[in-house]
């Protein structure tokens, strides 16, 4: 079966940096573009980044253009999401997430499986 | 950026009534719109898709309506599990990929 498991959140003071996973199994990670998407406490859903099954494309929000990679290693099924110069608003649920279908899912993405995610709070 | 409207911000609904969400998109997103379900302490998960095909699993009082701006997802006869938020994505084009605000669904 599919899962999806994040880890590497923490608490991390303003400005520092971050590094999250997300351990792929149960499908064939290497077909799959793959997202992070985050859910600011008591707020609604944010996508954050995408990068194409070979990593070779990458798009970011806004929002952590410029401060935040997403990468990934095919030969260990795992997605990363570095995130430098942090700021208090980054304090969010993350998840990585994965869109239906392989070849279509990258154009046109919609998420049929999320992680369960991972907690990062930026503060002094 | 299309930014994604939903309304009501609550609904409260009683078993075995039906539920209806709204979600408006401010550009026209074809039928590339996507429903999501989240409970507390939950991950979201995928209700509809292309506007009115039911994910795997997802049990037929589940249907999703609409193309272009305005689009509806009901919920046929109230189940008490079906409390939570709904959220309403869009995928038509991006970057970047947009989610409405969300609806509260309580049950009565």
């Known amino acids: 079966q599919v899962q999806l498991v994040e880890s590497g959140g923490g608490v991390v003071q303003p400005g520092r940096s971050l590094r999250l996973s997300c351990a792929a199994s149960?499908?064939?990670?290497?077909?799959?573009?793959m997202h992070w998407v985050r859910q600011a406490p008591g707020k609604g859903l944010e996508w954050v980044a995408i990068i194409s099954y070979d990593g070779s494309s990458k798009y970011y929000g806004d929002s952590v253009k410029g401060r935040f990679t997403v990468s990934r290693d095919n030969s260990k099924n795992t997605l990363y999401l570095q995130m430098n110069s942090l700021r208090a608003e980054d304090t969010a649920v993350y998840y990585c997430a994965r869109p239906e279908g392989a070849n279509r899912g990258y154009y046109y993405p919609h998420f049929d499986y999320w992680g369960q995610g991972t907690l990062v709070t930026v503060s002094s | 950026e299309i930014v994604m409207t939903q309304s009501p911000a609550t609904l409260s609904v009683s078993p075995g009534e039906r539920a209806t969400f709204s979600c408006r998109a401010s550009?026209?997103?074809?039928?590339?719109l996507a429903w999501y379900q989240q409970k507390p302490g939950q991950a979201p998960r995928l209700l509809i898709y292309?506007?009115?095909t039911r994910a795997t699993g997802i049990p037929a009082r589940f249907s999703g309506s609409g193309s272009g701006t305005e689009f509806t997802l009901t919920i046929s006869s109230l189940q008490s599990e079906d409390f939570g938020v709904y959220y309403c994505?869009?995928?038509?084009?991006?970057?970047?990929?947009?989610f409405g605000q969300g609806t509260r669904l309580e049950i009565k």
């Open positions: 292309g506007a009115s």
């Open positions: 994505q869009q995928y038509n084009s991006w970057p970047p990929i947009t």
């Open positions: 550009q026209s997103v074809s039928s590339n």
């Open positions: 149960g499908f064939t990670f290497s077909l799959y573009s």
